[in-house]
């Protein structure tokens, strides 16, 4: 049998190596150097580390919260929604928003990646909840949740697409493109309007997902060329949405 005192340190290891491979992986999944098998490998050695947290009980939890109070980053943020959200305990899912907030938008992804590795059915009695509420972040990570498990919303997606707050819209629209709701194509259309450049991507790229990469490229080329923290993710959703011998013709007009 362990010793007490390293149990405890195995479960800290474990807290902190979850939040590490985590990052490790967001960075390299859009990256050049690592093939699909390394992140495969990844994913694997990040897996055995939640569980590890999991099958560690209150210890684990208690491990992560003490990770993420002495590291306020997004990759122990991952690591504390990850067991909340597969524990199902909705006081522990509270900490956890409550811990996202203080991140911002980098907190909020966090924890859309947390409910990307939850299975949907663990996920079913907050996504309801979070889409009802008036928080906004709360209503972004219900959309979140509906986006990564292709879940349809029905009819309630028309108000979330015409939400007051930027960031609901975006990932509203962005939604509706990916279910291909084409009764949301004019508020798919109006976003391209949108008030800031990441929503107006969005709904370029719903657009395009609807069959109006007409009406979506313009839009696209301008953010290439004006919006410089957003000009990476444009190209790359101008290549994709556009033939290739036409993709081809494209970039050598803008980087030739």
Not at 5 to 28: C, G, K, N, P, S
Not at 37 to 47: A, H, N, V, Y
Not at 106 to 113: D, F, M, P, R, V
Not at 164 to 193: F, M, T, W
Request: with cysteine; aromatic share 6%; glycine share 8%.
């Amino acid at each position: 049998m362990h010793p007490v005192a390293t149990i405890a340190a195995i479960v800290d290891q474990h807290a902190e190596d979850a939040a590490f491979l985590w990052l490790r992986r967001r960075r390299e999944i859009d990256g050049s150097i690592l093939e699909e098998t390394d992140i495969g490998r990844i994913d694997q050695r990040l897996d055995a580390n939640i569980e590890g947290l999991m099958a560690a009980g209150k210890a684990g939890w208690d491990a992560a919260r003490a990770r993420f109070t002495d590291y306020a980053e997004p990759g122990e943020l991952f690591a504390l929604g990850t067991l909340a959200l597969h524990w199902g305990d909705a006081d522990l899912v509270a900490i956890a928003i409550d811990a996202a907030a203080s991140l911002g938008e980098a907190g909020l992804s966090s924890l859309s990646a947390a409910v990307a590795r939850t299975p949907r059915e663990k996920l079913r009695p907050f996504v309801a909840e979070w889409l009802d509420t008036r928080d906004a972040p709360q209503r972004c990570l219900g959309l979140s949740a509906l986006w990564h498990h292709r879940v349809d919303p029905g009819p309630r997606l028309h108000d979330l697409a015409s939400h007051s707050d930027a960031n609901v819209r975006r990932r509203a629209v962005r939604l509706a493109g990916g279910l291909k709701r084409r009764d949301l194509l004019p508020a798919v259309l109006a976003g391209l309007d949108g008030e800031t450049a990441k929503e107006r991507l969005a709904a370029a790229f719903a657009a395009c997902l609807l069959g109006e990469a007409r009406s979506a490229h313009p839009v696209i080329d301008k953010i290439v060329l004006t919006e410089t923290d957003q000009a990476e993710a444009a190209i790359e959703i101008r290549l994709l949405t556009t033939p290739p011998e036409a993709a081809k013709a494209w970039l050598q007009t803008r980087f030739g």
